[in-house]
C-alpha cells in the first residue's frame, strides 16, 4: 500500500542532503509536529474539553489569554524542552525567555513561537494556527539571553506555522521552498500534500482591518482606495476583500491563492509600530512568503532585514502577492 510521504519522511530526505547534518534539527521538527497535534486534538475538541473561554489573565502585551493561549504555550514548552536540540524558547505568552531546564541537555538552536495565533476567533470556531522560527544560538552561547534572540529573519534555520482549520495542516521551509502536509488524524501522521508552493505575482484580492482606515498613512490609504475603485478606478479592475483575523488563516490562503494582506503602520496607538510580531508572527511569515515566490515589507523596509531590538517588538506587515507588494512599497516613496 502506498502511504504517501510523512513530514518526517520529508525532512530527513532533505537533511540528506545537506553535508554534515547530524539529524538534531529533524528530531527538533518531530517534536513541534507532536506539540502541534496535541494543540490540533485541544483545538478540535474544544467545549468538550472545557478549553473554550478566558484564563482570566494578561500576556506580556496587555491583552487578555485564553485558556487556550496558556495550555498551548505550555504543550510547546513541554513537548520541547527535554530532547536536548533547544539552549532556549520564546513565546508571545512569555515575557521573558525560557532557558532550557537544567535538568535536561542544551543544543543548538533557539524556538520562538506564537502558540496560538488568532486566538479571539476560538470562541467562535474560526481558524486559528501555530507559528514557530527556528534560529541558531550563537556559537560558544551555553546560557542564552533575549540578546541572542535577536537576529534578524534572514538568519532563520527555518519557519513553519499549523492551520487549524477544516483539515489540520503545517506548511513549512527550510530555506529551500515551500511545502505543506496534511494531518491524517486516523494514521496521526502529517503527509505531503502541497509541494513547493508558489504564489501567484498578481492577485486582485486583499485583506486588511478596514476599520482602522482612519489611522492609516497615506500610501495604504491611497492604495485601499484604489481597490475599492475596482474597473471604475486607476486599477481598472474589481478587487476582492477578505479579512478572518487570523494571520495564519491569511497568509494560507495567500499561498494557495495569492492575495495581499496588510497590517500596516497606523497612529492607533503612537507607542506600536503596527499589532503583529516581529520575532514569532511577521518573521516565520515572511521566510515562508519569501520561499513561496512573495514579499515582505513594512512598507519601508523588508522585514527580514530588520535587526530586531526587543523579544515583542511589533512591526507593519504588508506581504503576498509580488507585484501587489512592490507597488504598495512604491507608493511609500517620497
Ligand atoms: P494574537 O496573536 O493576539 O492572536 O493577534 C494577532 C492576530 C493576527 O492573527 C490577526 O491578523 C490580527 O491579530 C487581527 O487583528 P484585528 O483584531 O485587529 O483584526
Ligand atoms: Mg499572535
Redesign the pocket.
Known amino acids: 500500500m502506498h502511504t504517501g510521504t510523512t513530514l518526517t519522511q520529508f525532512i530527513i530526505e532533505e537533511q540528506r542532503r545537506v553535508v554534515g547534518a547530524t539529524g538534531e534539527f529533524t528530531s527538533l521538527l518531530n517534536d513541534i509536529v507532536t506539540a502541534i497535534k496535541v494543540i490540533s486534538n485541544a483545538v478540535n475538541k474544544g467545549d468538550l474539553m472545557g478549553v473554550l473561554g478566558s484564563a482570566g489573565s494578561e500576556n506580556i502585551q496587555g491583552?487578555t489569554q485564553k485558556k487556550l493561549d496558556v495550555i498551548t504555550n505550555d504543550v510547546m514548552l513541554r513537548s520541547n524542552e527535554w530532547a536536548g536540540h533547544l539552549a532556549a524558547m520564546a513565546s508571545?505568552e512569555m515575557e521573558d525567555i525560557f532557558p532550557i531546564p537544567s535538568q535536561f541537555p542544551r543544543g543548538k538552536y533557539l524556538l520562538v513561537f506564537?502558540p496560538l495565533?488568532?486566538?479571539?476567533n476560538i470562541d467562535v470556531n474560526i481558524s486559528v494556527g501555530t507559528i514557530f522560527s527556528i534560529l541558531r544560538c550563537p556559537d560558544g552561547v551555553s546560557e542564552p539571553t533575549a540578546a541572542d534572540f535577536l537576529q534578524p529573519g534572514t538568519r532563520q534555520v527555518a519557519a513553519g506555522y499549523a492551520l487549524y482549520g477544516p483539515s489540520t495542516m503545517i506548511m513549512l521551509t527550510t530555506g529551500q521552498g515551500v511545502n505543506g502536509f496534511t494531518l491524517d488524524r486516523d494514521v496521526g501522521e502529517f503527509l505531503l500534500t502541497h509541494r513547493d508552493v508558489r504564489i501567484t505575482p498578481d492577485t486582485r484580492e486583499f485583506a486588511i482591518?478596514a476599520s482602522n482606515e482612519r489611522f492609516w498613512e497615506e500610501p495604504v490609504q491611497r492604495y485601499v482606495q484604489e481597490c475599492l475603485q475596482g474597473k471604475e478606478g486607476p486599477r481598472g479592475e474589481n478587487f476582492n476583500m477578505r479579512?478572518v483575523?487570523?494571520?495564519?488563516a491569511?497568509v494560507h490562503r495567500i499561498l494557495i491563492r495569492g492575495g495581499i494582506f496588510m497590517?500596516p503602520k497606523d497612529t492607533k496607538d503612537p507607542k506600536k509600530a503596527g499589532?503583529?510580531r516581529l520575532m514569532y508572527?511577521a518573521n516565520p511569515m515572511s521566510f515562508i512568503v519569501e520561499q513561496a515566490g512573495g514579499l515582505s515589507s513594512t512598507g519601508r523596509e523588508r522585514i527580514m532585514d530588520i535587526q530586531p531590538t526587543g523579544l515583542h517588538q511589533r512591526v507593519p506587515v504588508i506581504l503576498g502577492s509580488r507585484n501587489e507588494v512592490e507597488r504598495i512599497v512604491s507608493y511609500h516613496k517620497p
Open positions: 491583552e508571545e506564537d495565533d488568532g486566538s479571539s482591518n479579512w483575523a487570523s494571520m495564519v491569511e497590517y499589532k503583529l508572527e
